[in-house]
């Protein structure tokens, strides 16, 4: 799904990473984007609680930020007499959400195609090298 | 590379993903730390500013943090009469890295098995729902 051409391994910025939003980086944050996102419909707040081990608290305010950066919905209902909180992805942040994946994609390939072996005990590079 | 096995999408803590250690998710050491994999010989600490598009400030306290939680190795000494500092990735610290980038595949693998459609304009669970 992406786009990457890969560019030479030492010009400038190249592991710079822009596209990788703070927002939805954070690591608690990709995982309430991940979940929402397998699941268009939507999450009730307790579900999406449990699917991603947080608290009330915790929750509530990455859903917050993410309301803020105009990733996520909230929608207030009822189930039978029970008030509930529905936390959909909209539509913009899926969009957002995509390209960010495919700036995720770019670092596991540019990792991934990094040499197998493991690093001497030394720098090589010239002698007289000891560390700091 | 992953022993991601498919876990059923609404099982507790599906989303947590507790393998993206904090260290090196921060998205300038992630880059910092991709851009060390790829160079197992190491990188000049000028190197790695340009290659990360990092200040000086910045570099110094992301190494420090990478340094402290065992990830790299700092080296002091000399190209013809000028000091320098050349960063390396440690054996566990490619270890752990590589642990990483299999939850980072997870997270990609989840997020690229959802539904491609977009959500519909309202959540169809029930009636009654309204934007909070």
Redo the contacts between chains.
């Keep these: 799904?992406s786009n990457h051409k890969a560019k030479p391994?030492?010009?400038?910025?190249?592991?710079?990473?822009d596209g990788?939003e703070?927002v939805i980086?954070e690591?608690a944050r990709?995982?309430?984007v991940?979940?929402l996102?397998?699941?268009?419909?939507?999450l009730l707040f307790n579900?999406l609680k449990?699917?991603?081990?947080l608290t009330d608290g915790n929750l509530s305010r990455h859903l917050q930020i993410l309301h803020e950066a105009g990733f996520v919905?909230?929608?207030?209902?009822?189930?039978g007499n029970r008030p509930q909180?529905?936390v959909?992805?909209t539509?913009d942040g899926?969009k957002r959400?995509l390209d960010y994946?495919a700036v995720?994609?770019s670092?596991?390939t540019?990792?991934?195609?990094?040499?197998k072996?493991?690093?001497?005990a030394k720098?090589?590079?010239?002698e007289?090298?000891?560390?700091?």
């Excluded at 720098?123 to 010239?126: G, R, T």
């Design positions: 799904m391994i030492d010009s400038t910025g190249r592991f710079a990473y990788l703070r980086h690591k990709l995982g309430i991940t979940s996102v397998t699941h268009p419909q939507g579900d449990e699917l991603c081990l919905e909230v929608w207030k209902g009822y189930q909180t529905l959909r992805l539509t899926r959400f994946l995720l994609e670092v596991l540019d990792a991934l195609a990094a040499p072996e493991a690093p001497s720098p090589d590079i010239a007289g090298w000891s560390p700091a």
